[in-house]
């Protein structure tokens, strides 16, 4: 789409004299981000338009990323797709499925002639939207992982000590049987209970949440969720919500706003929650390791992202390429990804990104806010630990999210909400892998 951006005709001019017309190169970008988020997004798109005058990116909020995700598949098959499509980490094998639908980053960026290292990426956040011979499919851009988050003043106010031990899940049932008896109402809330309580405690204890390398090598996969350690962890958190040690608020995030406005002690949650808890919390708070199960599997191995990437979608010019490849290799950059990670608690995508945070001494001022990265790179991930690559994985979640319910209000029990979870699932993943023969 070009957008033609015409001078005025001086006055007192007797003849009409041509007009040099400058054009700029339009490019959509799509996204799911709202409040803080959305501001800052607008804020680098509002950079970048500033920076060059040959292309101008237009950014539009299109709801929540299962919103998103369905707006820009509508979009495709009515002719109307925006150039850029984020889509969050759940949706990369629908879109790696969608045939004609999107064009490769790694294509966009060579043709574009864009500067663009696919070695600067972390290899953790890169290995999810690579193929299996590490060629990038979308460009990571917001890419979390879950931390515990700690509410020093009501573990103050229950008369436990807010520096206390929370590295196990063990530790973590004993603290919660004190803050009850200290008379703490929330002890613990969660945000995206699946993906947490479930998808990355697999990867964290290295045991796998699904056959075929967590579908990484190939579509005739299963589920594996319904194994030991996530029943015994589904199991005690079971006995949390019977005993209101666990507070349920919701499926997706409903949560934050309990914990930022202090009701409760405890919140698993996105690293990315640190935007919002800055900005709104009034207490003293400390960002922690996700807990683990000592003497379970490998744990702690690592713990894989969530977020979203950003997907290039297929049917315009090739000068837009361009314009999008400049954008992509923009939001990369060293001093825009250091900001974004310091401004929002995503990962730093790059390694430089990470290093320039590191020696502007923003870890040293800011305790914690390094945990993800190292939770992320302390050690190599494994078949098990690389990510979680399903068709009809939105789906899958919200049928996860329904046993889990189950759970919670004491109508299933943990090995029976999983088993259900598991033979639900296993069928739209059979319907997937007949679609994408």
Known sequence: ????????IAAGTTALTPIVASAQTEIQFWHAFTGRLGELVAAQVEDFNEKQDDYEVVA?????YSETLNAGIAAFRAG???HILMVFEVGTATMMGAQGAIKPVYEVMEESGAEFDPDAYIGSVKGYYTTTDGQMLSLPFNSSTPVLWVNRDAFEAAGVDPDTDLSTWQKVDEVLTQLKEGGEDCPLVTAWQSWIHLENLSAYHDVPFATQDNGFAGTDTELALNGPVQVKHIEKMGEWAEDGKFIYTGRRNEGGANFRSGECALFT??????????????FDFDVRPLPYWEGEGNAPQNTIIGGASLWVMEGHEP?????????LSYLSSTPVQAQWHQDTGYLP???????ATREAGFYEENPGTDTAVTQMTAKEPTANSKGIRLGSFDQIRGIIDEELEG????DKSAQEALDSAKER???????FEQANR
Do not use: C
């Open 1 to 8: 789409m070009k957008r033609l951006l015409l001078g005025t």
């Open 60 to 64: 539009s909020h299109k709801g929540n």
């Open 80 to 82: 109307e797709q925006p």
């Open 269 to 282: 949650e996105s690293s990315a929650g640190y935007a919002g808890i800055k900005a709104e919390a009034e």
């Open 319 to 327: 000068e837009d390429y361009k314009g999008v490849g400049e954008f």
């Open 349 to 355: 995508i790059t390694s430089a990104a990470g290093e």
């Open 407 to 410: 759970v919670w209000a004491g």
């Open 425 to 431: 699932g296993d069928q739209l993943l059979r319907r």
